[in-house]
């Protein structure tokens, strides 16, 4: 089991960038697939990105391909989530997530065990 705290949101003019940290509290992140969901008012959650267990492959939502970086330091237990370019469409909540699945990428919120509290980023233009 493992425990997921998000920080690093705020408030940030468009154009400007981010960088998001999720940190397991509890347990360790070096065996889980991970990923980073956004939910705004009103919408549902949605994917952002995700980053396979043995850290070969991302993927991300084509809205923030070429702006949005995921990574990860198993040994900080961290996976990070650096945003550029930030539009006002980008404006919500932002949840770290892991599962234990390893077949590929994985882009369902459904397929994720363990998730953080969020962090808002809100993004003026």
């Known amino acids: 089991q493992v425990q997921l705290v998000e920080s690093g949101g705020g408030l940030v003019q468009a154009g400007g960038s981010l960088r998001l940290s999720c940190a397991a509290s509890?347990?360790?992140?070096?065996?889980?697939?991970l990923g980073w969901f956004r939910q705004a008012p009103g919408k549902e959650r949605e994917f952002v990105a995700a980053?396979?267990?043995?850290?070969?492959?991302?993927y991300y939502r084509d809205s923030v391909k070429g702006r949005f970086t995921i990574s990860r330091d198993n040994a900080k237990n961290t996976v990070y989530l650096q945003m550029n370019s930030l539009k006002p469409q980008d404006t919500a909540v932002y949840y770290c997530?892991?599962?234990?699945?390893?077949?590929?990428?994985?882009?369902?919120?459904?397929?994720?065990?363990?998730w953080g509290q969020g962090t808002q980023v809100t993004v003026s233009s």
């Open positions: 997530a892991a599962t234990r699945l390893r077949v590929g990428l994985v882009v369902i919120s459904n397929d994720y065990d363990y």
């Open positions: 980053i396979t267990w043995n850290n070969l492959n991302t």
């Open positions: 509890r347990g360790t992140i070096s065996t889980y697939a």
